[in-house]
């Protein structure tokens, strides 16, 4: 149990739709890093949220946009999605810095077609 | 693009080799942090090393944090069939504020 949950798992969308992705953060964790992982590569940041605002952002177009609410949870939005959107997404969650290491979710597995 | 770099990418062992692998970050970090991806899973949190310099073991896993705070290095002992998987060092890079930038990884496989 990675303490941290995303759904759901498992994703094929069209080019062009819209989709969302959820995360619950591992108890006691209030920020929440969302993560892009293409096969074979390292996760690429995308965007982090803390109390309710996102703090920092990655390189990604403004097609992906997200959201923290009061209960610490996320979600990811990308719109127009493209082929190259196709990817495995991470949720992270912390307590406080960075510096205290990332507790990461099972991630979403999103294929565009 | 990434700014953390690792090598090798890939590393084949036979069981009971040793494996290190190696990371450089173009700018200073506050600290490093190494995380291991076993196959279809997700990055798990193994360490995390903050002084320049500073040396930490767990068991058969030891990590190395540069002088200059720019490199790390992660050395296994005695591999074993359970140390399959993808190991990404990761840190706060200078200036990059509170986000984890995540190394290229290393794919090692282990063989009986």
């Known amino acids: 149990d990675a303490g941290v949950t995303q759904s759901p798992t498992h994703l094929i969308k069209t080019r062009g739709q819209q989709v969302t992705l959820r995360c619950s953060p591992k108890?006691?964790?209030?920020?929440v890093s969302w993560y892009q992982q293409a096969l074979g590569q390292g996760p690429q940041f995308i965007f982090q949220y803390y109390e309710e605002e996102e703090r920092q952002r990655g390189n990604f177009p403004d097609r992906f946009s997200g959201h923290q609410f009061p209960n610490y949870s996320s979600e990811l939005n990308v719109n127009a999605l493209l082929l190259g959107d196709s990817a495995l997404y991470l949720c992270a969650s912390s307590r406080g810095t960075v510096e205290r290491g990332y507790t990461f979710g099972s991630g979403t597995r999103l294929t565009v077609v | 693009g990434q700014q953390v770099m690792q090598i090798p990418q890939y590393q084949h062992v036979q069981e009971g080799e040793d494996f290190t692998t190696y990371c450089n970050s173009s700018?200073?970090?506050?600290?490093i942090q190494w995380y291991k991806q076993r196959p279809g899973g997700h990055p798990v949190f193994l360490i995390q090393?903050?002084?320049?310099?500073e040396v930490k073991k767990q068991k058969r896993l030891t990590f190395q944090f540069g002088e200059a705070k720019k490199n790390s290095s992660l050395h296994i002992t005695a591999t074993q069939t359970t140390d399959v998987g993808t190991y990404f060092c990761?840190?706060?890079?200078?200036?990059?504020?509170?986000?984890?930038?995540f190394g290229t990884g290393t794919q090692l496989k282990v063989e009986l």
């Open positions: 700018t200073t970090l506050s600290n």
């Open positions: 090393l903050v002084k320049s310099g």
């Open positions: 108890s006691g964790h209030d920020t």
């Open positions: 990761a840190g706060p890079l200078t200036g990059g504020g509170n986000k984890l930038t």
